[in-house]
């Protein structure tokens, strides 16, 4: 997953949501040591310090754990990913539900395109 930022919100919030989600997918596995926040910042072309508020953010959610001797590790607790996944869900799904009804579509509807678009 490439870093990816718009102009629309601050870049931390970015790096915390795209950290987020290479941990609740998988891609940064549980419990596995996280590069260093200096290498973390040189891969996003970002300010170490912009990235350090983005893994602190990260550390009060639970999602990574700080050893002063090991450096940052994903959680390994489950529980907190699932939680964090099944919120990401709703959102998504929440924003896909106000988009419909903005368009004027109605539940019924809105599944019918859920049905269809889980076929193709």
Known sequence: MSWEFKNDRPIYA??????EQKIISGEYEMGSKLPSVRELAAMAAVNPNTMQRAMVELENRGLIITNRTAGRIVTDDEHILVQIRESRAKDFTDDYIR???????DKDEIIKF???GDKS
């Open 14 to 19: 970015q790096l915390l949501e795209q950290i």
């Open 114 to 116: 859920i049905q269809k």
């Open 99 to 105: 988009k419909m009804s903005e368009l004027k579509y």
